[in-house]
Protein backbone atom coordinates (compact mmCIF):
# COMPACT_ATOMS: atom_id res chain seq x y z
CA UNK A 1 0.00 0.00 0.00
CA UNK A 2 1.09 3.35 -0.94
CA UNK A 3 2.72 5.59 2.25
CA UNK A 4 -0.31 8.56 3.27
CA UNK A 5 3.80 10.89 3.14
CA UNK A 6 4.21 9.92 -0.59
CA UNK A 7 0.19 10.84 -1.48
CA UNK A 8 0.57 14.44 0.36
CA UNK A 9 3.91 14.54 -2.08
CA UNK A 10 2.53 13.87 -4.79
CA UNK A 11 -0.14 16.01 -4.03
CA UNK A 12 2.01 18.83 -4.02
CA UNK A 13 4.52 18.03 -6.95
CA UNK A 14 1.40 17.69 -9.33
CA UNK A 15 -0.01 20.69 -8.02
CA UNK A 16 -3.43 19.18 -6.55
CA UNK A 17 -5.47 18.02 -3.91
CA UNK A 18 -4.63 14.64 -1.88
CA UNK A 19 -8.33 14.14 -2.32
CA UNK A 20 -9.92 13.02 -4.57
CA UNK A 21 -7.55 13.18 -7.41
CA UNK A 22 -3.80 11.73 -6.03
CA UNK A 23 -5.89 9.24 -3.90
CA UNK A 24 -8.64 8.15 -6.86
CA UNK A 25 -5.26 8.02 -9.61
CA UNK A 26 -3.59 5.68 -6.99
CA UNK A 27 -6.38 3.38 -7.04
CA UNK A 28 -6.77 3.45 -11.09
CA UNK A 29 -3.37 2.53 -11.49
CA UNK A 30 -3.42 -0.47 -9.04
CA UNK A 31 -6.99 -1.47 -11.04
CA UNK A 32 -4.99 -1.68 -14.31
CA UNK A 33 -1.49 -3.09 -12.71
CA UNK A 34 -3.84 -5.92 -10.96
CA UNK A 35 -6.04 -6.16 -14.08
CA UNK A 36 -3.29 -6.88 -17.55
CA UNK A 37 -1.99 -9.71 -14.56
CA UNK A 38 -4.90 -11.95 -15.55
CA UNK A 39 -5.38 -14.21 -18.12
CA UNK A 40 -7.94 -12.93 -20.87
CA UNK A 41 -7.47 -9.37 -19.75
CA UNK A 42 -5.79 -8.32 -23.24
CA UNK A 43 -9.38 -8.74 -24.73
CA UNK A 44 -10.00 -5.51 -22.67
CA UNK A 45 -9.00 -2.34 -23.91
CA UNK A 46 -7.84 0.69 -22.17
CA UNK A 47 -9.41 3.53 -23.73
CA UNK A 48 -10.80 7.55 -22.82
CA UNK A 49 -9.87 10.38 -20.78
CA UNK A 50 -8.03 8.46 -18.08
CA UNK A 51 -5.95 6.75 -20.85
CA UNK A 52 -5.17 9.81 -22.34
CA UNK A 53 -3.33 10.56 -19.05
CA UNK A 54 -1.84 7.34 -17.64
CA UNK A 55 -0.46 6.67 -21.35
CA UNK A 56 -0.03 10.35 -22.93
CA UNK A 57 0.01 12.59 -19.64
CA UNK A 58 -2.98 14.72 -20.15
CA UNK A 59 -2.78 17.33 -17.45
CA UNK A 60 -6.24 16.17 -16.47
CA UNK A 61 -7.51 14.10 -13.75
CA UNK A 62 -9.76 11.71 -14.72
CA UNK A 63 -12.95 9.75 -12.59
CA UNK A 64 -13.35 6.64 -14.46
CA UNK A 65 -11.76 3.81 -16.08
CA UNK A 66 -13.11 3.12 -19.80
CA UNK A 67 -12.52 0.31 -21.79
CA UNK A 68 -13.43 -1.94 -25.08
CA UNK A 69 -14.43 -5.80 -25.05
CA UNK A 70 -13.32 -7.77 -28.60
CA UNK A 71 -13.08 -10.98 -29.23
CA UNK A 72 -15.43 -12.64 -26.77
CA UNK A 73 -18.95 -13.04 -27.57
CA UNK A 74 -21.67 -11.05 -26.74
CA UNK A 75 -23.61 -13.56 -24.43
CA UNK A 76 -20.43 -14.07 -22.15
CA UNK A 77 -19.20 -10.72 -21.78
CA UNK A 78 -20.75 -10.29 -18.41
CA UNK A 79 -19.28 -12.84 -16.82
CA UNK A 80 -16.30 -12.59 -18.84
CA UNK A 81 -15.55 -9.08 -17.24
CA UNK A 82 -17.13 -10.14 -13.91
CA UNK A 83 -14.99 -12.63 -13.26
CA UNK A 84 -11.93 -10.43 -14.32
CA UNK A 85 -12.97 -7.55 -12.16
CA UNK A 86 -13.49 -9.63 -9.76
CA UNK A 87 -9.99 -10.94 -9.38
CA UNK A 88 -8.55 -7.74 -9.80
CA UNK A 89 -10.65 -6.33 -6.66
CA UNK A 90 -9.64 -9.41 -4.51
CA UNK A 91 -5.92 -8.44 -5.01
CA UNK A 92 -6.52 -4.77 -4.49
CA UNK A 93 -8.05 -6.12 -0.90
CA UNK A 94 -5.04 -8.41 -0.29
CA UNK A 95 -2.98 -4.88 -0.11
CA UNK A 96 -4.85 -3.98 3.01
CA UNK A 97 -7.31 -1.51 1.21
CA UNK A 98 -11.11 -1.77 1.87
CA UNK A 99 -13.10 -2.19 -1.64
CA UNK A 100 -16.57 -2.20 -1.78
CA UNK A 101 -18.94 -2.78 -4.86
CA UNK A 102 -21.25 0.31 -5.53
CA UNK A 103 -24.62 -0.54 -6.73
CA UNK A 104 -24.95 -3.68 -8.60
CA UNK A 105 -23.42 -4.03 -11.67
CA UNK A 106 -24.07 -5.93 -15.27
CA UNK A 107 -24.62 -5.54 -18.66
CA UNK A 108 -25.91 -1.86 -20.22
CA UNK A 109 -26.90 -0.81 -23.60
CA UNK A 110 -23.19 -0.18 -24.34
CA UNK A 111 -22.12 -3.36 -22.41
CA UNK A 112 -21.30 -3.17 -18.65
CA UNK A 113 -21.00 -1.00 -16.41
CA UNK A 114 -20.07 -1.04 -12.47
CA UNK A 115 -18.63 0.90 -9.67
CA UNK A 116 -16.04 0.06 -6.74
CA UNK A 117 -15.26 2.35 -3.89
CA UNK A 118 -12.04 2.05 -2.26
CA UNK A 119 -11.24 3.87 1.14
CA UNK A 120 -7.37 4.83 2.46
CA UNK A 121 -6.60 5.80 5.66
CA UNK A 122 -8.65 8.61 6.74
CA UNK A 123 -9.56 9.60 3.62
CA UNK A 124 -13.14 9.76 2.71
CA UNK A 125 -14.00 6.79 -0.18
CA UNK A 126 -13.45 7.87 -3.31
CA UNK A 127 -15.85 5.85 -6.27
CA UNK A 128 -14.33 4.80 -9.72
CA UNK A 129 -16.87 3.88 -12.42
CA UNK A 130 -15.87 1.36 -14.67
CA UNK A 131 -17.17 1.31 -18.07
CA UNK A 132 -16.77 -1.27 -21.06
CA UNK A 133 -18.06 -1.00 -24.11
CA UNK A 134 -18.86 -4.03 -26.59
CA UNK A 135 -16.87 -3.84 -29.70
CA UNK A 136 -17.15 -7.44 -31.02
CA UNK A 137 -18.13 -6.26 -34.67
CA UNK A 138 -15.03 -4.16 -34.95
CA UNK A 139 -11.58 -5.79 -35.81
CA UNK A 140 -9.20 -3.97 -33.82
CA UNK A 141 -5.46 -4.94 -32.53
CA UNK A 142 -4.18 -3.61 -29.27
CA UNK A 143 -1.33 -2.05 -28.40
CA UNK A 144 0.67 -2.34 -25.23
CA UNK A 145 2.72 -0.06 -23.35
CA UNK A 146 4.64 -0.03 -20.36
CA UNK A 147 3.51 2.55 -17.57
CA UNK A 148 6.18 3.75 -14.97
CA UNK A 149 4.42 5.63 -12.52
CA UNK A 150 4.95 7.15 -8.76
CA UNK A 151 2.61 4.68 -7.54
CA UNK A 152 2.86 1.46 -8.29
CA UNK A 153 5.78 -0.83 -9.85
CA UNK A 154 6.09 -0.58 -13.64
CA UNK A 155 3.34 -2.47 -15.27
CA UNK A 156 1.61 -3.08 -18.45
CA UNK A 157 -1.77 -1.97 -20.51
CA UNK A 158 -3.40 -3.30 -23.22
CA UNK A 159 -4.71 0.08 -25.12
CA UNK A 160 -6.82 1.13 -27.78
CA UNK A 161 -4.57 2.03 -31.08
CA UNK A 162 -3.79 6.15 -30.69
CA UNK A 163 -6.11 6.78 -33.50
CA UNK A 164 -8.80 4.66 -32.60
CA UNK A 165 -8.87 6.40 -28.87
CA UNK A 166 -8.80 10.15 -30.79
CA UNK A 167 -11.76 8.94 -32.74
CA UNK A 168 -13.90 7.70 -29.77
CA UNK A 169 -12.82 11.52 -28.00
CA UNK A 170 -14.29 13.25 -30.93
CA UNK A 171 -17.41 11.31 -31.01
CA UNK A 172 -17.75 11.56 -27.16
CA UNK A 173 -17.15 15.13 -28.25
CA UNK A 174 -19.90 15.84 -30.69
CA UNK A 175 -22.19 13.62 -29.07
CA UNK A 176 -22.66 14.19 -25.07
CA UNK A 177 -20.20 18.17 -25.03
CA UNK A 178 -18.96 17.70 -21.44
CA UNK A 179 -16.69 20.05 -20.58
CA UNK A 180 -13.86 17.45 -20.00
CA UNK A 181 -14.57 16.13 -23.53
CA UNK A 182 -13.63 19.68 -24.79
CA UNK A 183 -10.48 20.03 -22.64
CA UNK A 184 -9.20 16.18 -24.50
CA UNK A 185 -9.52 17.81 -27.42
CA UNK A 186 -7.17 20.51 -26.54
CA UNK A 187 -5.02 18.55 -25.77
CA UNK A 188 -4.92 15.99 -28.58
CA UNK A 189 -4.85 18.86 -31.26
CA UNK A 190 -1.41 20.51 -28.77
CA UNK A 191 -0.05 16.58 -29.16
CA UNK A 192 -0.56 16.70 -32.40
CA UNK A 193 -2.24 13.20 -32.66
CA UNK A 194 -4.79 14.12 -35.05
CA UNK A 195 -4.84 13.20 -38.94
CA UNK A 196 -6.30 14.49 -41.65
CA UNK A 197 -8.90 12.06 -41.80
CA UNK A 198 -9.91 13.26 -37.92
CA UNK A 199 -8.99 16.87 -39.08
CA UNK A 200 -11.69 17.08 -42.12
CA UNK A 201 -14.24 15.80 -39.74
CA UNK A 202 -13.43 18.06 -37.04
CA UNK A 203 -13.62 21.01 -39.35
CA UNK A 204 -17.31 20.10 -40.25
CA UNK A 205 -18.07 20.86 -37.24
CA UNK A 206 -15.98 23.26 -36.09
CA UNK A 207 -19.10 26.05 -35.91
CA UNK A 208 -20.94 23.53 -33.70
CA UNK A 209 -17.90 22.97 -31.40
CA UNK A 210 -17.29 26.61 -30.75
CA UNK A 211 -21.07 27.25 -30.24
CA UNK A 212 -21.20 24.25 -27.90
CA UNK A 213 -18.38 25.25 -25.90
CA UNK A 214 -19.54 29.02 -25.76
CA UNK A 215 -22.33 27.50 -23.08
CA UNK A 216 -19.98 25.99 -20.69
CA UNK A 217 -18.41 27.10 -17.61
CA UNK A 218 -15.01 25.43 -18.21
CA UNK A 219 -13.57 27.08 -14.85
CA UNK A 220 -16.56 25.54 -12.40
CA UNK A 221 -16.14 22.64 -14.44
CA UNK A 222 -12.31 21.55 -15.23
CA UNK A 223 -10.48 23.77 -12.41
CA UNK A 224 -10.69 21.06 -9.78
CA UNK A 225 -9.52 18.56 -11.85
CA UNK A 226 -6.56 20.68 -13.03
CA UNK A 227 -2.70 21.21 -11.85
CA UNK A 228 -2.52 25.34 -10.83
CA UNK A 229 -0.04 25.44 -14.09
CA UNK A 230 -3.34 24.49 -16.74
CA UNK A 231 -5.41 27.03 -14.90
CA UNK A 232 -4.93 29.83 -16.39
CA UNK A 233 -5.55 27.95 -19.66
CA UNK A 234 -9.01 27.36 -18.78
CA UNK A 235 -9.63 30.74 -17.24
CA UNK A 236 -9.67 32.02 -21.15
CA UNK A 237 -10.14 28.37 -22.38
CA UNK A 238 -13.32 29.07 -24.95
CA UNK A 239 -10.46 31.52 -27.16
CA UNK A 240 -7.69 29.16 -26.98
CA UNK A 241 -9.80 26.16 -27.93
CA UNK A 242 -10.91 28.29 -30.78
CA UNK A 243 -7.06 29.65 -31.60
CA UNK A 244 -6.18 26.14 -31.64
CA UNK A 245 -8.74 24.90 -33.65
CA UNK A 246 -7.93 27.68 -36.27
CA UNK A 247 -4.39 26.77 -36.23
CA UNK A 248 -4.98 22.67 -36.42
CA UNK A 249 -7.34 23.39 -39.39
CA UNK A 250 -5.85 25.98 -41.36
CA UNK A 251 -6.18 24.91 -44.98
CA UNK A 252 -8.07 21.45 -44.54
Do not use: C, W
Not at 13 to 21: A, D, G, M
Not at 80 to 108: N, Q
Not at 117 to 132: A, G
Amino acid sequence: MIAQETIQKLATQRQTSEFPNVVREYFQHLFLSQLYRIEGAENILFKGGTALRIIYGSPRFSEDLDFSIFNIEQYQQEKFIEDIFAKVLVEIERSGIKVELGPKPGSTKEGYYGEATFKIYDYPSVVVSINVSSRNSQDIKGEVDSISSDFVPTYNVFHLPQEKLVEEKIEALLERKKARDFYDLYFIMRKGFLILEQKKRLNSSKDEIIKNAGNIDFSSELLALLPQDQQAIIKDFKNNLFNELNRQLSGI
